[in-house]
């Protein structure tokens, strides 16, 4: 806990302090959703009790000021991942509608029969299903790159997945299942050789490091706010702006319009063209305040405060007798998957959960990966920059406990 005072952060989080039973909570399932700073929460109360109004269609003082904040709020979020233009931020209800968008907006406009779409092993479900809706519509093909034993990509069998009728390429910054942080500027600068247009999906990158979009020169980024200590139902979609113009829209409504007529719509221009409906405004602003406290903190120490703490539980763990990690790539965020021998991942969570300790066990979304390793599920601990070693040595405890009941 030296390279973050994480007694001030923990008092800012009224969450940590509650208790599991009569046990104090250790939240160890960031990846899943991580939790909210006070600052954030302040900023949704003072947006419902003093500039709640819907946006864009009204001139009173309320919707000017909602409006306002809505924009300011994009913008935070093109300075987060250092986008060219704010027009190129669409707000979206999180990373699986905002892959759903491009689905949608590029892939149906583009992709044809026989072309190839080259995802990976690592992809999260939300990455994996709406392409293979989209192949099995245009009769495309997906091609997916193999990982190696550490769960680390195979760069040669990505590069060899190339031929004249690759289109398109989806790829996980950082894998929610296990950690692996993935080489994925090389990767797009490769896929751009080809002339093809990348996706990064960024939901497990963006709450533990520092992104780029200009420097990755990725063709689109996607993240969900609940994992950065913003709310639920809000999330992005960055893409470049030729690209975002040449899109056909994923929605039809209000708000998306130039004009309409019952012959002819023509569309806004992005990002409005993309954002159908009355968005989430609360959420966004939320979106753009959790962004504000990450920055506070400073993305670079939560970096260097998380890898210290996988390293921490990292060497515990593989001092366990019978626990085994999955996922032990040499680039990793703090995430880490197990297995106990003979004990079911299910029975693991229910035990720990006793003892107050909150872990994710199952598939983790990422059936392809588990099924690589030859394991139906496992038990997953994701930390966040407000975790400390007392918590790690909670979960190290509790593993020790189980194995006891069962063995
Ligand atoms: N991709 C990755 C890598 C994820 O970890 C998740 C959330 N577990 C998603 C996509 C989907 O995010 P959401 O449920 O917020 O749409």
Redesign the pocket.
């Known amino acids: 806990n030296t390279i973050l005072d994480t007694d001030k952060i923990r008092a800012d989080f009224p969450i940590l302090d509650i208790k599991v039973g009569n046990k104090p909570l250790v939240y160890l399932d960031n ?2 959703s991580s939790q909210m700073p006070q600052q954030v929460i302040d900023r949704l109360v003072r947006y419902q009790t003093a500039q709640h109004a819907n946006i864009n269609r009204a001139v009173h003082y309320l919707s000017e000021v909602a409006t306002l904040e809505y924009e300011h709020a994009r913008r935070r979020v093109q300075q987060f991942v250092n986008a060219q233009e704010d027009r190129e931020i669409i707000f979206t ?5 905002s ?1 759903n968008l491009v689905m949608h907006g590029y892939g149906r406009k583009f992709i044809e029969a026989g072309d190839e779409i080259i995802l990976t092993t690592l992809e ?1 479900h ?2 994996i299903v709406p392409w293979q809706m989209l192949a099995k519509e245009k009769d495309a093909v997906i091609r997916v790159v193999p990982i190696n034993d550490a769960g680390e990509l195979d760069i040669d069998a990505y590069e060899k997945l190339f031929n004249e009728r690759t289109k398109f390429v989806s790829l ?1 910054h ?3 299942a296990l950690g692996t942080i993935n080489p994925v500027k090389q990767m797009i600068a490769y896929a751009h050789q080809q002339n093809v247009p990348v996706l990064i ?1 960024g ?2 990158a963006t709450p533990h490091m520092t992104v780029d979009v200009q420097d990755l020169d990725c063709d689109f980024y996607v993240f ?1 706010a ?2 950065l200590c913003g709310p639920t139902g809000i ?1 992005m979609l960055y893409g470049k702006a030729a690209l975002l113009e040449a899109m056909q829209p994923y929605k039809g409504g209000g708000d998306m319009i130039a004009s309409v007529t019952f012959e002819e719509t023509t569309y806004a221009d992005i990002p409005h063209k993309f954002e159908a409906g009355t968005p989430p405004i609360a959420a966004a602003i939320g979106f753009g305040a959790a962004i504000d406290y990450l920055c506070s903190v400073g993305m670079d120490q939560i970096a260097a405060h998380e890898l210290d703490l996988l390293n921490y539980a990292t060497e515990q763990i593989n001092e366990i007798k019978g626990a085994s990690i999955i996922g032990t790539a040499a680039h990793k965020t703090a995430v880490i998957s197990f297995t106990l021998d003979g004990i079911h991942p299910h029975d693991i969570g229910t035990l720990l959960n006793e003892d107050g300790v909150a872990i994710r066990t199952g598939h ?2 990422a059936q392809p990966v588990m099924q690589r390793f030859n394991v139906p599920a496992t038990s997953r601990a994701s930390f966040a920059f407000y975790n400390n070693k007392t918590e790690v040595d909670a979960l190290i405890t509790g593993i020790r406990m189980v194995q006891k009941v069962f063995l």
């Open positions: 990846a899943a209800s999180g990373t699986t509608d892959i999260h939300s990455n996980i950082v894998s929610n999906d939901a497990q969900s609940h994992k999330g983790h979304c």
